[in-house]
């Protein structure tokens, strides 16, 4: 589980593999500024997780063992 609590209230939330693909792509609740994803369906590996709220972006890896 990937956890994101910035004080960014998250509208659209994708998760890429290193080589650019999409292997997860969910909608937020805007109306929250905490988001949890659930990343145990992707193999062990190194994932990118790209958020956004419209104006800001948010970022960060995440390596799945």
């Known amino acids: ?14 998760v890429l593999s290193l080589d650019g ?18 990343i145990s369906a992707l193999p062990a590996g190194t994932y990118l997780v790209n958020g956004t709220d419209g104006d800001r972006m948010w970022n960060t890896r995440v390596v799945k063992r």
């Open 1 to 14: 589980t990937v956890q994101h609590d910035a004080g960014i209230a998250l509208t659209h939330v994708a």
């Open 21 to 38: 693909r999409r292997v997860l792509e969910v909608p937020m609740s805007a109306a929250s500024g905490r988001m949890d994803l659930d």
